[in-house]
């Protein structure tokens, strides 16, 4: 496609679920990033991809997050026993690397009730 | 460690008057700068960017930013607002890797 791609637009949960969110990047981009964007605040980091690996996960809030890239393309966040202050957007990101810039998608808008 | 400083979470101009949207930086390397704007329901896109080669950057919609090492100011500007410019409006530092820290973004909001 021509831009990151981001399933779904809108997730409702209920408090206590399992969550994946799916991102597809610009293809033949190798780095891919995920946010989280809370009410009224600037997105924050997550998670950076190089190719396949998690080569920094520091921003992960903790270790109900994980997040895959098993071929390098398509990455998953995936969110276990879900809190409602885990409600935010969620955005993806990729790029062609280094200090090249960016390019979003819309977001997954994650509510937990 | 990298920081950016939104002045302003919200400002408000009139159709065709000036936009002046205000961001400080802190970054220990030459920083990479960006400026995001955000639709309602829309996602975020790149409107210019500053990557250590002229420090006055255009971008598109007529918005442009100055890069200003002294001040470690790197803010947006616009001649003449229109009503299509509302919208939240993103200041990013990068230190040349891949992680991104953002602002807390600035409300514009153009009055007809």
């Known amino acids: 496609g021509a831009g990151v791609s981001q399933t779904p637009s809108n997730k409702v949960t209920e408090k206590g679920k399992y969550v994946e969110l799916r991102c597809d990047p610009i293809?033949?981009?190798?780095?891919l990033y995920w946010y989280r964007q809370s009410l009224g605040q600037g997105p924050e980091f997550l998670i950076y991809?190089?190719?396949?690996?998690?080569?920094?996960d520091s921003g992960l809030p903790n270790d109900r997050f994980f997040a895959v890239r098993p071929e390098g393309s398509v990455s998953t966040l995936k969110i276990q026993r879900t809190e409602r202050g885990d409600s935010a957007v969620y955005l993806c990101?990729?790029?062609?690397?280094?200090?090249?810039?960016?390019?979003f998608g819309q977001g997954t808008r994650l509510t937990v009730v | 460690a990298q920081s950016v400083t939104q002045l302003d979470s919200h400002v408000s101009v009139s159709e065709g008057t000036p936009v002046l949207l205000r961001c400080n930086y802190s970054?220990?390397?030459?920083?990479?700068l960006f400026w995001y704007v955000q639709h309602p329901n829309k996602g975020l896109q790149l409107l210019l960017k500053?990557?250590?080669?002229?420090?006055l950057v255009k971008g598109i919609n007529g918005f442009e930013a100055e890069f200003k090492k002294s001040e470690t100011s790197f803010h947006l500007t616009k001649p003449s607002a229109h009503m299509s410019d509302a919208a939240e409006y993103f200041c990013?530092?990068?230190?040349?890797?891949?992680?991104?820290?953002f602002g807390t973004g600035t409300r514009l909001k153009v009055l007809a």
């Open positions: 990013v530092v990068s230190s040349g890797t891949y992680k991104y820290i």
């Open positions: 293809s033949g981009h190798t780095a």
């Open positions: 970054s220990s390397y030459s920083p990479s």
């Open positions: 991809f190089q190719g396949t690996g998690a080569a920094d």
């Open positions: 990101a990729s790029s062609a690397g280094g200090a090249t810039e960016a390019f």
């Open positions: 500053y990557t250590s080669a002229a420090t």
